[in-house]
């Protein structure tokens, strides 16, 4: 697709009243980001990404067509993305959220698979206004490190 074309469907989506969306595509971080009450920043240890990959592949997903599969070249491309996120797009990311979110954004940063499932529930059971903040250097937005 046409980075014009993408861009432009994202800008729409996040015009929205309500809206979520999934990805850490950097260069068009800014078209969500401005717009979002709410950012939820997976940053999982390395291992974990790891081990989702490779327990995924060959396997069938829910959003392919059925019979498609990611082989073994997309495979090592992913592991090798994975590998160099900590250096690579975890800064990039890190800073398009300070630029870009505004002091009314509410940032979940989450490192472990358990701090994920426990926001989860409580984001079903009460608002996030309950969960506790502390500053991780950003001073555009409320940071929640569960």
């Not at 800008?11 to 068009?28: C, F, Q, S």
């Not at 959003?63 to 090798?80: F, H, K, N, Q, S």
Request: include cysteine.
């Amino acid at each position: 697709m046409d980075s014009n074309i993408f861009r432009q469907r994202q800008k729409d989506l996040a015009a929205e009243d309500a809206w979520g969306i999934d990805g850490g595509y950097i260069p068009d971080l800014d078209t969500r980001l401005s717009r979002a009450d709410t950012v939820m920043f997976l940053d999982l240890p390395r291992r974990v990404c790891l081990w989702r990959l490779l327990r995924r592949h060959n396997r069938g997903r829910p959003d392919y067509p059925d019979g498609v599969w990611e082989g073994l070249g997309w495979t090592r491309l992913l592991i090798a993305w994975v590998w160099r996120y900590p250096s690579k797009k975890r800064p990039e990311i890190a800073q398009a959220i300070a630029r870009h979110c505004t002091a009314d954004t509410t940032v979940f940063c989450f490192k472990t698979r358990k701090q994920v499932k426990e926001v989860l529930a409580d984001l079903g059971a009460k608002s996030t206004s309950a969960l506790p903040t502390v500053s991780a250097g950003t001073s555009s937005s409320r940071v929640v490190i569960p």
